[in-house]
């Protein structure tokens, strides 16, 4: 991947609109930054290159929202998890599909690029949930 484009949250919503999850490798000293961020907070360096993730990974812990702000009413009850993914990263997402009983730590999941739709006036990037395997 090129090391041109700009290692911005922007630029991660960018590559979800194209369903890619994509994370920045510091060429320093290897950490990868999810999201990418343009300094490596372990050596500090500025020099990053840009590694696409699968999405798979183990639900890590969850919780279920029945008292919603205003954007998610609709939604509630529903479900907010960290997913731990490859190479030790975590993601916290919408988790989608998943009736609520049949939620449990340790649970394999996979990012959703197409399930997760919200109403279209907040927030005004690109969504992903995660989803079982």
Same mark, same amino acid.
């Given at each position: 991947?090129?090391?041109?484009?700009?290692?911005?949250?922007?630029?991660?919503?960018? &590559?979800?609109?194209?369903?890619?999850?994509?994370? !920045? *490798?510091? #060429? +320093?000293?290897?950490? =990868? /930054?999810?999201? $990418?961020?343009?300094?490596?907070?372990?050596?500090?360096?500025?020099? &990053?290159?840009?590694?696409?993730?699968?999405?798979? !990974? *183990?639900? #890590? +812990?969850?919780?279920? =929202? /029945?008292?919603? $702000?205003?954007?998610?009413?609709?939604?509630?009850?529903?479900?907010?998890?960290?997913?731990?993914?490859?190479?030790?990263?975590?993601?916290?997402?919408?988790?989608?599909?998943?009736?609520?009983?049949?939620?449990?730590?340790?649970?394999?999941?996979?990012?959703?690029?197409?399930?997760?739709?919200?109403?279209?006036?907040?927030?005004?990037?690109?969504?992903?949930?995660?989803?079982?395997?």
């Amino acid at each position: 991947m090129s090391t041109t484009s700009a290692f911005t949250i922007e630029q991660f919503y960018r &590559f979800l609109e194209q369903r890619k999850l994509m994370a !920045g *490798k510091c #060429l +320093t000293c290897g950490k =990868i /930054h999810l999201p $990418p961020r343009p300094l490596c907070d372990s050596c500090y360096g500025q020099i &990053f290159e840009w590694v696409e993730l699968s999405g798979k !990974g *183990k639900l #890590l +812990t969850y919780t279920i =929202i /029945h008292v919603a $702000p205003s954007q998610f009413q609709t939604m509630a009850p529903y479900t907010v998890g960290i997913v731990q993914l490859e190479k030790g990263l975590k993601l916290l997402g919408l988790i989608s599909d998943v009736p609520l009983e049949q939620l449990k730590v340790g649970m394999d999941l996979t990012i959703d690029f197409v399930a997760c739709r919200l109403d279209k006036t907040w927030p005004q990037w690109q969504r992903y949930c995660f989803k079982a395997v």
